[in-house]
């Protein structure tokens, strides 16, 4: 049940696209379509902003988009704002029925 | 409106117990899986278990296995999580979260400290 590996950091300026990956193994990532993605800003609660791999839950922008290849999935973002400056996390389904977070990774908007 | 609120949250010492509960309104209870998820200050997201609807499975990470036992009233729209055990890298913002396509919905979180 070892954690995802994210970057620990990634920055990009306003209207770039930014990509965050977030690499398991054949046990998680790999293995099953059930990676999200949330954002979470300074002392507030987790958003899920990407669900089962490519998929946005309603009222998400569709400037987020979610992929997988192999282990690694990734969250990219385009025509980056302000208000995307926050922590990002992934989380997959895994083979012992459990869920496992990825370590986190910052995002700043230069 | 989805609501989803935890309590019983505070300071215990090394080796005691508390339980944490979450209670949920504006959807149907029983009809979705939940989990609690954890945060360390200053540290990244951390699933710790989920159940099942009607509460007969169970799941958890490996480091609470043993000492955290996940519960659910669904005639209370009610989810507990009974910790023993505690130490103090337990310390951390524990959320409870409906299971839909991931986490969907997150309460505000309870604050545990661990410490003498």
């Known amino acids: 049940q070892s954690a995802l590996t994210q970057p620990a950091s990634v920055s990009g300026s306003p209207g770039q696209s930014i990509t965050i990956s977030c690499t398991g193994t054949?046990?998680?990532?790999?293995?099953?379509?059930?990676v999200s993605w949330y954002q979470q800003h300074p002392g507030k609660v987790p958003k899920l902003m990407i669900y089962d791999v490519s998929n946005r839950p309603s009222g998400v922008s569709n400037r987020f988009s979610g992929s997988k290849s192999g282990n690694t999935a990734s969250l990219t973002i385009s025509g980056l704002q302000a208000e995307d400056e926050a922590d990002y996390y992934c989380s997959s389904y895994t083979s012992s029925s459990t869920w496992v977070f990825g370590g986190g990774t910052r995002l700043t908007v230069l | 409106e989805v609501q989803l609120v935890e309590s019983g949250g505070g300071l215990v010492q090394p080796g005691g117990s508390l339980r944490l509960s979450c209670v949920v309104s504006?959807?149907?209870?029983?009809?979705?899986?939940m989990s609690w998820v954890r945060q360390a200050p200053g540290k990244g997201l951390e699933w710790l278990a989920n159940i099942k609807q009607d509460g007969s499975e169970k799941y958890y990470v490996d480091s609470v296995k043993g000492r955290f036992t996940i519960s659910r009233d669904n005639a209370k729209n009610s989810m507990y999580l009974q910790m023993n055990s505690l130490r103090a890298e337990d310390t951390a913002v524990y959320y409870c979260?409906?299971?839909?396509?991931?986490?969907?919905?997150w309460g505000q979180g309870t604050r545990v400290t661990v410490s003498s």
């Open positions: 979260a409906r299971d839909y396509g991931g986490n969907d919905y």
């Open positions: 054949s046990s998680d990532v790999g293995g099953y379509n059930y």
């Open positions: 504006g959807f149907t209870f029983s009809n979705y899986w």
